[in-house]
C-alpha cells in the first residue's frame, strides 16, 4: 500500500504542475499532439513555452483560459 500512496501523492503533484506537456494538453482537448505540433508551426493557437532542447511546454492556466474564452454559450429566449 505505501507505493499506492506514492503513486497518488505523484499523481497529485503532476496535476498541480504548472506546466503540460504537449501528450497532456493533447489528452485534455482530445486532440491529437500532432494538430498541436501543426498550430506550434502554424503560429496559431495555444501559447506555448519552449524551454533548453527545443522541449515544449503549454501553462495549465493559458489552457485553461483559452478553453474559457473560446466557450459558446447559448442562452436567452428563442
Do not use: F, W
Not at 513555452?49 to 474564452?69: H, M, T
Amino acid at each position: 500500500m505505501p507505493g499506492l500512496a506514492k503513486q497518488a501523492q505523484a499523481q497529485l503533484a503532476a496535476k498541480e504542475r504548472d506546466l503540460m506537456t504537449p501528450a497532456e494538453v493533447a489528452a485534455e482537448l482530445q486532440i491529437s499532439e500532432k494538430t498541436l505540433a501543426n498550430q506550434r508551426s502554424r503560429r496559431v493557437g495555444l501559447p506555448y513555452v519552449k524551454v533548453s532542447g527545443g522541449i515544449v511546454r503549454y501553462s495549465r492556466k493559458a489552457v485553461r483560459e483559452c478553453l474559457a474564452a473560446n466557450t459558446v454559450e447559448h442562452g436567452g429566449a428563442a
